[in-house]
């Protein structure tokens, strides 16, 4: 006999798990228990006697990290473990009782999901977020972003300073010269008495010899543009102290990025000894690691089409009768796995000419904009990795007609054959008018064209 147990996860608060039998009758339902060894051997215990293990599937929400000791325990015991998506167990929940949600109906919903929904069940086979490099390139690509938005914030402190200052520093602040410089020298009054000898040493120690007193000279001068500007409104010290913090903790993230890509690197070698998914173009050590570790092993899925809809880049369908069309990307994989899969998508279409032409008829012929493009060059590109994980094969760039080329050679046909020209590039840019995300024009203004309603005329008072 068959066993379903559904269990809703909780994070803080006890579990619940309900069992049903394979033609969805509750043997019982309700049970709590918490994630500790005795409760699970209490749970595991309520089994009808005699049940084979092998027999009993369990079926959860990835709730968080909090299902990941549960599903390792439950596979220790030799149970088939399925995850769920949230969205399709509320679905069936709002079906059996719209107007009620408790972990108890949860629990007993998850129970009967396979008979409703038998080919949605997919066995969980690896550890989620338990995984060290699908850990470690999820904390790289957040620690990157962080990074960035305080280089940001770094980049709006020094406009105060004035213009000179990111013409002396560089448009790129992410380099740890310039930010070891503002970490010590933001005021300007320290930068003038610090004086062109002892500046120009600080800068060739840090930066190996690239910044020397040229680049002193350019400060300097910054800094007494800065106090011709603002003479004593700005006070110059706390401003420091703010650029500080900033640098400090961009250098601090730097470093902690450059010690996570060391450890990501031997996580890979350890993975992928081949080096399959690094042959792909576009794919370098650290978009390998996040593509393999977000995704997994290749060879779980049942399909080419399966590793597809999991990365959430398919379209959406809604089709009925005679009438359908195609949507915006599901999104409903994983965020991560599409973040590498577009980054090396948009390196990829660059010398690898199939992938350029594909690129050049969507922006040319479809009327795509450059994001929808990549978009389908991702999918593309994850399906050819994919495929050759499972033949245990290279990636070898091909021409149009199929035969090889060297990286060399593809970047010269897609320089020959497939620049897409200027003024469509232009015509297809998704950003619309105006100077940032938000229109210049207040939404409360009156309209400047012409009224095309005719005037009413007012009651009178």
Not at 123 to 136: E, F, N, Q, V, Y
Not at 339 to 350: I, V, Y
Request: contains cysteine.
């Amino acid at each position: 006999m068959k066993l379903r147990l559904g269990i809703d996860v909780a994070c803080r608060a006890a579990h619940q798990a309900s069992l049903a039998d394979e033609q969805g009758k509750f043997l019982w339902s309700g049970r709590k228990f918490r994630t500790t060894t005795s409760d699970l051997q209490r749970l595991w215990s309520m089994l009808p006697t005699g049940a084979d293990s092998s027999s009993i599937t369990i079926i959860m929400e990835p709730t968080r990290n909090a299902w990941v000791p549960l599903a390792a325990w439950f596979r220790r015991q030799g149970a088939t473990v399925v995850l769920v998506p949230p969205e399709q167990s509320a679905d069936l929940r709002d079906y059996y009782c719209k107007h009620t949600k408790s972990d108890r109906l949860d629990s007993k919903v998850l129970a009967r999901i396979p008979l409703l929904h038998p080919e949605g069940m997919h066995t969980a086979t690896g550890l989620g977020p338990g995984d060290t490099m699908r850990r470690a390139v999820k904390l790289r690509s957040n620690l990157v972003k962080r990074r960035t938005s305080i280089l940001a914030r770094l980049d709006a402190l020094l406009e105060l300073l004035g213009p000179g200052w990111h013409a002396a520093l560089g448009a790129d602040l992410a380099n740890k010269t310039p930010l070891r410089f503002l970490a010590h020298y933001a005021d300007p009054h320290v930068v003038i008495r610090l004086g062109r000898a002892r500046l120009s040493r600080f800068l060739t120690r840090h930066s190996r010899g690239s910044w020397r007193e040229e680049k002193a000279d350019q400060l300097i001068a910054a800094a007494r543009e800065t106090l011709d500007l603002w003479a004593d409104g700005l006070d110059f010290p706390e401003l420091a102290d703010d650029i500080a913090i900033e640098a400090r903790l961009a250098l601090q993230l730097t470093d902690e990025i450059k010690e996570l890509e060391t450890r990501i690197a031997a996580l890979l070698d350890k993975a992928d000894p081949g080096g399959i998914v690094c042959s792909a173009p576009g794919v370098g050590p650290i978009l390998a690691a996040q593509i393999l570790g977000r995704l997994g092993d290749p060879n779980r899925f049942d399909s080419l089409a399966a590793i597809r809809s999991f990365s959430g880049l398919v379209p959406k369908l809604d089709s009925s009768g005679l009438s359908g069309r195609h949507g915006g990307p599901t999104k409903s994989g994983d965020a991560c796995l599409r973040e590498a899969l577009f980054m090396a998508a948009e390196q990829a279409r660059r010398s690898d000419p199939s992938l350029a032409a594909k690129y050049h008829r969507l922006m040319t012929e479809t009327g795509k904009h450059h994001n929808s493009a990549v978009c389908h060059l991702s999918t593309t590109l994850l399906t050819r990795i994919a495929a050759c994980w499972r033949r245990s094969e290279h990636y070898v760039i091909r021409d149009v007609d199929g035969s090889p080329l060297t990286p060399e050679q593809g970047r010269q046909i897609v320089a020959n054959r497939y620049t897409v020209p200027t003024d469509i590039r232009a015509a297809r840019r998704t950003t619309s008018a105006g100077t940032g995300r938000r229109h210049k024009e207040s939404r409360s203004a009156p309209p400047t064209d012409p009224s095309t309603t005719k005037a009413t005329s007012l009651p009178p008072s």
